[in-house]
Structure formats: structure tokens, C-alpha cells
Nanobody
Framework: QVQLVESGGGLVQPGDSLRLSCTASGLAFSTYGMGWFRQVLGTEREFVAAITVSGGGTYYADSVKGRFTISRDNGRNTIYLQMNRLKPEDTAVYYC????????????????WGQGTQVTVSS
């Protein structure tokens, strides 16, 4: 079966950095658009960042532009989310997503989800 496994979450202070990773198995990784979403308990999942199948195109939510960077390593079936200058409002469960569409920027087009990793930013 398809599995997306996230790691790298944790508790950090405002201004700190964190790097999330997501390793996929059971799918042709290099043919999927990949992305990161986040969700606060009791709210809907929201888009954070997306990357095209080759890694040539990246897209970000306005709230994270200039602070977060998405990347992918097709040889390792892995995507990353480098998060810098973290803010308390970044606190959420972060989910890895895979889509047959070129660009995964909405939950509607996501085919597979990871289980999520908690990121908490608090002073």
C-alpha cells in the first residue's frame, strides 16, 4: 500500500527553524506532485507549499513565503519542508500530500496523505 511518513516535527520557540521530511513508498514518486498542508485542531486543512514532479516549480501560501522552502529528492522518494523564522501561528499538524496532478495546492486533488507531524511554536 501507499505510505507517506512524515518526521521532524517538535516543540520550538519563535524564530527557530525546523526541517520536516516525508518519505513515500508504494507509488511512482517521481510522477506525483507533492505538497505540504497543515491543520489546527478543529479547523480545515490548509495549503502550505507545493512542488512539481521534477522539482522545477514551487508554490507557497502567502503566510509562509520567504520563510519556508519545499524541496524534493526523487532518488530518495522524499520531500522536505525547511521552516525558518517560525511563528506561533505556524503551530499545527503538518501533513505530507501526494497528487496525480502536477501541482497539489488544494486538498481536493490530493490522492494520498501522511499521518501528520506536530509542530508547536511557543515561547
Amino acid at each position: 500500500q501507499v505510505q507517506l511518513v512524515e518526521s521532524g516535527g517538535g516543540l520550538v520557540q519563535p524564530g527557530d527553524s525546523l526541517r520536516l521530511s516525508c518519505t513515500a513508498s508504494g507509488l511512482a514518486f517521481s510522477t506525483y506532485g507533492m505538497g505540504w498542508f497543515r491543520q489546527v485542531l478543529g479547523t480545515e486543512r490548509e495549503f502550505v507549499a507545493a512542488i512539481t514532479v521534477s522539482g522545477g516549480g514551487t508554490y507557497y501560501a502567502d503566510s509562509v513565503k520567504g520563510r519556508f522552502t519545499i524541496s524534493r529528492d526523487n532518488g530518495r522518494n522524499t520531500i522536505y519542508l525547511q521552516m525558518n523564522r517560525l511563528k506561533p501561528e505556524d503551530t499545527a499538524v503538518y501533513y505530507c500530500a501526494a497528487s496525480l496532478y502536477t501541482l497539489a495546492t488544494t486538498p481536493d486533488v490530493v490522492s494520498y496523505w501522511g499521518q501528520g507531524t506536530q509542530v508547536t511554536v511557543s515561547s
